[in-house]
């Protein structure tokens, strides 16, 4: 049986991947080996009945004895281990939730609904590196997967309202934190409806540039307030999470479909969990949007097409609506009074999931598939 490590499996994709692996019994089909950075020698999960013992993520010795190893760890970790592990002549599949080697020339971003021949073509050369692409780009792309397999697409402008989880379990404790502080400066108004609402704005001001007001993490305040960069400064005007959406998506598209312009603004917003995106879409042909909506609706069996009502849009069009969900959101599709062949879409999915954890589920899964088929 295919032997498995897994590290990182605590955090927060990693819980995410584990539920999930756990809800379709991934398990039955592996040995799995649970390692920790930081609890070495503590119990790990019973898994098919089985209890383990953690080992060290940072022994080579160990990791070099695994057919797979699943990472969710970060970046660092992959800058530390992986150089090392490679060193030995280990010859196992290292997949990893982390962003550092997506651009590797020897590594593959799996998203297999887009580019599972891209995945067969790779194995199929040797390549045994496999990283989950950026939650942003992943979402979008599964969201317009029936425009994109119709090469219909020429550049798509993403605007990004990005929720807190995207930055990690302690800014989402921050966000919740700065949500109290607000909310606790303004208590006694807020009992009087008929307090002055200007005064509670001005108050709720104070409150948020004070000093004593948490911000660690995020460094700015984001409840009641958004923050429009994410990522590092590249120096052109350009943030690296922005960089991303044209290079991962075309190397996700690269081998399976024609490659397209993508770029946009990157914003993080006071959501707790689950991404959104304000697509504008130019198109390369004339297309009703009857047709657009029909390609889209049936892109993949996670899209939901939401038809472009007010009713239907703020019910199933947003975060709260899809978190927890494998389900994409796609709606707000009309044509746009700018230039032919060019329209809107507003799309949001839990980044968790199909952004983060899925994607390494499902690679898992084929390479043990692939693996137990020899």
């Given at each position: 049986?295919?032997?498995?490590?897994?590290?990182?499996?605590?955090?927060?994709?990693?819980?995410?991947?584990?539920?999930?692996?756990?809800?379709?019994?991934?398990?039955?089909?592996?040995?799995?080996?649970?390692?920790?950075?930081?609890?070495?020698?503590?119990?790990?999960?019973?898994?098919?009945?089985?209890?383990?013992?953690?080992?060290?993520?940072?022994?080579?010795?160990?990791?070099?004895?695994?057919?797979?190893?699943?990472?969710?760890?970060?970046?660092?970790?992959?800058?530390?281990?992986?150089?090392?592990?490679?060193?030995?002549?280990?010859?196992?599949?290292?997949?990893?939730?982390?962003?550092?080697?997506?651009?590797?020339?020897?590594?593959?971003?799996?998203?297999?609904?887009?580019?599972?021949?891209?995945?067969?073509?790779?194995?199929?050369?040797?390549?045994?590196?496999?990283?989950?692409?950026?939650?942003?780009?992943?979402?979008?792309?599964?969201?317009?997967?029936?425009?994109?397999?119709?090469?219909?697409?020429?550049?798509v402008s993403s605007m990004t309202?990005?929720?807190?989880?995207?930055?990690?379990?302690?800014?989402?404790?921050?966000?919740?934190?700065?949500?109290?502080?607000?909310?606790?400066?303004?208590?006694?108004?807020?009992?009087?409806?008929?307090?002055?609402?200007?005064?509670?704005?001005?108050?709720?001001?104070?409150?948020?540039?004070?000093?004593?007001?948490?911000?660690?993490?995020?460094?700015?305040?984001?409840?009641?307030?958004?923050?429009?960069?994410?990522?590092?400064?590249?120096?052109?005007?350009?943030?690296?999470?922005?960089?991303?959406?044209?290079?991962?998506?075309?190397?996700?598209?690269?081998?399976?479909?024609?490659?397209?312009?993508?770029?946009?603004?990157?914003?993080?917003?006071?959501?707790?969990?689950?991404?959104?995106?304000?697509?504008?879409?130019?198109?390369?042909?004339?297309?009703?949007?009857?047709?657009?909506?029909?390609?889209i609706s049936s892109g993949n069996?996670?899209?939901?097409?939401?038809?472009?009502?007010?009713?239907?849009?703020?019910?199933?069009?947003?975060?709260?609506?899809?978190?927890?969900?494998?389900?994409?959101?796609?709606?707000?599709?009309?044509?746009?009074?700018?230039?032919e062949n060019t329209i809107s879409?507003?799309?949001?999915?839990?980044?968790?999931?199909?952004?983060?954890?899925?994607?390494?589920?499902?690679?898992?899964?084929?390479?043990?598939?692939?693996?137990?088929?020899?």
């Open positions: 049986m295919t032997r498995v490590g897994f590290i990182g499996w605590r955090g927060m994709v990693g819980s995410v991947l584990m539920q999930r692996m756990y809800q379709e019994s991934d398990f039955k089909n592996l040995d799995p080996v649970f390692f920790s950075t930081s609890q070495v020698g503590q119990n790990g999960p019973n898994i098919n009945g089985q209890n383990s013992t953690l080992l060290d993520a940072y022994s080579i010795k160990d990791l070099s004895q695994l057919d797979i190893i699943l990472s969710c760890q970060g970046g660092a970790y992959t800058e530390n281990v992986y150089p090392k592990l490679q060193e030995t002549g280990w010859d196992g599949h290292w997949i990893d939730a982390a962003s550092t080697l997506r651009m590797s020339d020897d590594a593959l971003i799996a998203l297999d609904p887009i580019n599972r021949k891209s995945i067969d073509i790779a194995y199929e050369k040797g390549i045994k590196t496999w990283v989950g692409g950026n939650c942003t780009v992943s979402l979008m792309l599964l969201a317009i997967q029936g425009l994109i397999k119709e090469n219909l697409i020429q550049w309202y990005q929720a807190a989880s995207g930055a990690g379990a302690q800014n989402m404790r921050e966000l919740l934190i700065q949500m109290g502080e607000l909310s606790n400066s303004v208590k006694s108004e807020l009992v009087d409806s008929q307090s002055d609402i200007l005064a509670v704005d001005k108050k709720i001001l104070s409150t948020m540039h004070s000093p004593s007001f948490s911000q660690k993490n995020f460094t700015v305040p984001l409840a009641g307030n958004l923050i429009p960069w994410i990522d590092q400064d590249l120096g052109d005007g350009k943030s690296k999470e922005e960089w991303k959406g044209q290079v991962e998506s075309n190397k996700i598209l690269k081998d399976t479909y024609s490659s397209i312009k993508v770029d946009g603004l990157c914003v993080r917003i006071g959501a707790m969990r689950s991404h959104s995106q304000a697509l504008t879409i130019k198109l390369n042909k004339t297309t009703s949007i009857e047709k657009v909506n029909e390609l069996e996670w899209v939901k097409f939401i038809s472009n009502s007010k009713q239907s849009s703020i019910e199933n069009l947003s975060p709260a609506a899809v978190s927890g969900k494998l389900d994409i959101a796609i709606g707000r599709i009309r044509e746009l009074d700018l230039e879409a507003f799309t949001v999915g839990d980044q968790l999931l199909w952004g983060a954890a899925e994607p390494l589920r499902r690679i898992l899964k084929i390479l043990i598939n692939k693996a137990q088929s020899l």
